[in-house]
Structure formats: structure tokens, C-alpha cells
């Protein structure tokens, strides 16, 4: 159990079933007056956004989340399907949690799943991943500008833009932070 | 404290990366210094005398929401009050202190939990006197520190030479909050009400004293002549800060002990520590005379003429001490 006083930016707390996280936090008191502690909190399912007061006396329950790595398994049109590689239990995330991160999940990625309970609501992809080009116009033979670059499509669906000399059917290693290309890989 | 891999290559030793940010706040430091250096003069030029109180002891006023340290067998000071009151029964009648204060829990952008207070009693004298000196003092510090008779704080401009505003706490309930104060308002609402929509308007241009509190929230003060559920205590703000709170103090000690037994029934109530009962004290308060008192908060003074968004800025040292306490 937590106390008003345990609040901090980044404690992830739960309130009536939902885990929320500090993202905001203010101590304050009127002179001879009792303390109030705010705090905004973001809902880690719905993502909005809410303000909320907390006396000294109040208690609050430590959100049960954990953080499991898990392997990417397939996508089957509705749920991204996760396997703990230690209990060979399978997870089902929805489709938005998710969202653009599925341009970088490929079959056996490993990531770090958070999990409410037993229910994915967040994943965390390694710093990067190997994909392979799927599509790519051969570079120009002679063009020698350093920074020259051309679109390339990769077996996630997702554009990044490579140096002229990497072509279709070879792997790249891209940052699933920024999106970009950081080198090539013999496979 | 980390330290911070500079030397080794010179031969000199690491110098700890604290001590660059020590060095980085000396203009805040030196200000703070001149505004404590300026306070000390003021007083002294009008008869006070500086006293000082201990800062350990055994019974702290019992105040149903300021929780003192625990040390030894007894506690760190939250206020030199229960000694300042002594001196004065013992007729001293201009008495002023700029002293550490501790309070457990209170850490937060204007709360430290250990922090500088001024506190100043005239005998013989009500709270028209207390705003009078405060008044004279803000603008005797703001023009000896900063060379005018304004301030900005956080992108308000404050002129503290310019008549200050008076509003009582019930027209600032109904100006701000668009609320009626009862006579014995609920006092999780009216905390929350004053800090969250009273207390950011007040200060904006000239500093403003609110007055006339409800009586419950006043233990140590006395009633507003005629209004008996209304005590007469001021605090002043500047910018939305709160700097100062002073009354006319209680002498009138059956009342004094009664409204003290109610401060520990209710701390007793919140499982808070309950402290050795301030017999020392209380002998005194029939042997003090009519007087008031107030106390501002240096670290506060300072932020505002610094325009240091956190008290810790103008701090030196600023302790982890968040929550610990």
C-alpha cells in the first residue's frame, strides 16, 4: 500500500481497478491548514489524463504490473500473439496497443510485455531490429554524393530510407526509436 | 554524492559535482545573505531585540496539522512560538528571531521541511500593527536588495510601495470561489478551495492580506473583536505566495488550553505523534500581555526576490529529505 506521501512522478498506482501513473505532482499546504497532494495521472489503459487530490490518510493499491520478456509470434488479423519463452504461455495484445510498433515486429523479436494482470497494455521493443528489404530500386551505378539515399520497403510494410549500395532481398538493422537505418547485415 | 571524473589526467583530485552546484547558485546565495543581513537591520533600528529559543524540545504546540521531527526524547522545533511567548510574559516586549524551523512531511515547490523562519512580537500592540511592520519591512528588504519598490515573480510584476490590499478571508471566499463561508466551515474544503482558487489570485499587483479566519483553524490567536467566530489572524501574499501569517495572540489562558486540548484530540485522531503537553508555556500565558506576532518565511522572502520558481533554489544545501522525514 502506498500513502499520499509515496507520491512521486513515474509511481504507477491503482484507482478503481485501472492503473494510473504520476505524471504530475504537487505538495502543497495552507498556512496551519492540512497537506494536499496533487497529482495528475494518466489511465495506462485509456491514455487520458486525469487530476486528483490526496489527503495524508488516503492509501492507494501499487498498480500489479509486470514486466515479462516475451517472444513476437504472429499476428492473426485481430490480436499480436507473444510467447513467454520461460512458460511457453502465449499472450494476445489488441490491435492499438500495438499500433505503429507493429512495423518493427517481426516472428521471434524479443520484447519486454507489461502486463496489468494477465492483460498486455503495453510492449517494448529491443533499441533495434533486423528487417529485410523487400522492395528497393537499384542505386544509380557512379552516384557518389555521402548522403545519398533512396526508400526502401521492408517485410513489416514500413519505408525507411538506405544508402544506395543496399539492395532488395538483404536485412538492415533499423532504430525502432527514430525509424532510421543504422547499417547493414549479412544474413 | 557522485563525483564526477574532471581531474586525474592534471594530476588534481575529482572535484564532486556538488560543489559545481554550489558555486553555480553564489548570486542567489548572496542575495539570500543581504535579504537576512537587511531584516536584522530593520529590527534592530526599531527596538527589537534579537532573541534566540531552542530548537530542540520537548513539547511543540500541538498544532492539529504541523508535525514536529522526532529527536532524542524529544522534537525538533516547528516554531520558536511556545519560547517567544515565555520571553514576552517575562516582559520582553520587542522580541524578534530568525531561526530554523522542522517540519515532518512538507516538501513540495514552497515547502522544505527544514526552513528559515522570521518571527517578531510587539506587546501592548494588535494585528494593525503587525501589518504595518510587515508592510514596512517588504518594502524596506525589496528596496535595500533589489534598489526598487517592485518585484517579478514567475512574469508578475508586484509593486510592494504601492497601497497593499486588504480583503477579508469571506470576501475572498465569495471573490474568488464564488462561495459563502459559514460560520465553522469543513475543513478539507476550505484548505482545498483557498489553495487551489484563492490562493493564485491573491498578490497579483500589490501584495494582499487576507483576515479573519475561521476560528476552529486559529489556536493560537484570539477572536476578531465582535466577530467571535472569526479569529484575528492575517496572512500576506505576494504573487500568488504565501509569506507571512501573524494574530493577536491569545492571553486568555482557560481558552488557550481548551482550544490546545482540541488541536491534540485531533491529532490524536489522525494517529499523529502526541506530544509532551506545553505545561512551560501555558504557566506563562496569563502573565503575557496584549501582543501580537508574525511569521515569514525567509526561504520565501528570498524566492520572491530572486524569482526562484523553488524554495530549494535558494537554498544551499537541499536534503533529500522528501517524505522521509
Redesign the interface.
Known amino acids: 500500500m502506498y500513502e499520499a506521501?509515496?507520491l512521486?512522478k513515474g509511481l504507477k498506482i491503482q484507482i478503481d481497478g485501472e492503473p494510473y501513473i504520476v505524471t504530475d505532482f504537487?505538495?502543497?499546504?495552507?498556512?496551519?491548514?492540512?497537506?494536499?497532494y496533487w497529482a495528475r495521472l494518466r489511465n495506462m489503459l485509456t491514455g487520458a489524463s486525469i487530476e486528483r487530490?490526496f489527503?495524508?490518510?488516503d492509501k492507494f493499491e501499487e498498480a500489479d504490473l509486470t514486466a515479462v520478456p516475451m517472444e513476437y509470434l504472429y499476428f492473426d488479423g485481430h490480436h499480436y500473439c507473444f510467447m513467454n519463452p520461460q512458460t511457453f504461455e502465449h499472450h494476445l495484445a489488441e490491435e492499438q496497443v500495438i499500433g505503429e510498433k507493429k512495423g518493427f515486429l517481426v516472428e521471434n523479436t524479443p520484447v519486454d510485455v507489461l502486463l496489468f494482470g494477465d492483460r498486455i497494455i503495453d510492449v517494448t521493443l529491443p533499441p533495434s531490429v533486423v528487417l529485410k528489404i523487400v522492395r528497393s530500386e537499384p542505386g544509380v551505378r557512379g552516384d557518389t554524393a555521402t548522403n545519398a539515399t533512396k526508400p526502401a520497403e521492408l517485410e513489416t510494410g514500413i519505408t525507411v530510407q538506405v544508402p544506395l549500395f543496399v539492395n532488395e532481398g538483404e536485412y538492415i538493422r533499423v532504430d525502432t526509436r527514430t525509424g532510421e537505418y543504422i547499417e547493414r547485415v549479412k544474413k | 554524492m557522485s563525483v564526477v571524473g574532471r581531474g586525474g589526467a592534471g594530476g588534481e583530485p575529482a572535484r564532486p559535482e556538488g560543489l559545481a552546484a554550489l558555486a553555480a547558485r553564489r548570486e542567489r546565495l548572496e542575495r539570500r545573505a543581504h535579504v537576512i543581513q537587511a531584516v536584522r537591520a530593520f529590527f534592530h533600528a526599531r527596538g527589537f531585540l534579537e532573541v534566540e529559543t531552542p530548537l530542540w524540545m520537548r513539547a511543540p504546540l500541538p498544532?492539529?496539522?504541523?508535525d514536529a521531527i522526532p529527536c532524542g526524547r524529544g522534537f525538533l522545533a516547528t516554531s520558536p512560538e511556545p519560547h517567544m511567548k515565555q520571553l514576552l510574559a517575562a516582559g520582553y516586549e520587542r522580541i524578534f528571531q530568525i531561526s530554523k524551523c522542522f517540519r515532518a512531511?512538507?516538501?513540495?515547490?514552497?515547502?522544505h521541511p527544514e526552513f528559515t523562519m522570521l518571527e517578531w512580537y510587539r506587546a501592548h500592540a494588535g494585528s494593525a500593527a503587525l501589518v504595518e511592520d510587515v508592510q514596512t519591512l517588504v518594502r524596506y528588504v525589496c528596496r535595500k536588495v533589489l534598489g526598487t519598490g517592485e518585484l517579478t515573480y514567475q512574469g508578475r510584476r508586484v509593486d510592494v510601495e504601492g497601497a497593499w490590499e486588504y480583503v477579508s478571508v469571506d470576501e475572498a471566499f465569495a471573490r474568488y470561489a464564488c462561495a459563502e463561508l459559514r460560520a465553522e466551515p469543513d475543513?478539507?474544503w476550505?484548505?482545498?478551495t483557498?489553495?487551489r482558487q484563492i490562493?493564485p489570485q491573491l498578490g497579483l499587483e500589490v501584495p494582499t492580506i487576507i483576515s479573519g479566519y475561521p476560528r476552529a483553524?486559529?489556536p493560537m490567536a484570539r477572536a476578531l473583536p465582535g466577530v467571535p467566530e472569526r479569529a484575528d489572524r492575517c496572512?500576506v501574499y505576494i504573487a500568488g505566495v504565501?509569506l507571512a501569517?501573524g494574530c493577536a495572540e491569545q492571553t486568555d489562558v482557560a481558552e488557550q488550553e481548551a482550544a490546545l486540548r482540541r488541536e491534540r484530540e485531533i491529532r490524536g485522531a489522525?494517529?499523529a505523534h502526541v506530544y509532551a503537553w506545553p505545561s512551560a508555556f501555558l504557566a506563562a500565558v496569563p502573565y503575557m500581555p496584549p501582543c501580537a506576532g508574525m511569521a515569514l518565511g525567509v526561504d520565501r522572502l528570498v524566492m520572491l526576490l530572486c524569482d526562484a520558481p523553488r524554495i530549494s533554489d535558494v537554498m544551499a544545501f537541499c536534503e533529500e529529505w522528501?517524505?522521509s522525514a
Not at chain 1, 26 to 36: D, L
Not at chain 2, 63 to 66: G, L, N
Open positions: 506521501s509515496d512521486k504537487e505538495f502543497t499546504k495552507p498556512g496551519k491548514g492540512a497537506a494536499i487530490s489527503r495524508s490518510n | 498544532e492539529r496539522y504541523i512531511g512538507e516538501a513540495g515547490r514552497l515547502h475543513q478539507a476550505f484548505d482545498e483557498l489553495v490562493e483553524f486559529c496572512e504565501e501569517n489522525r494517529g522528501y517524505n
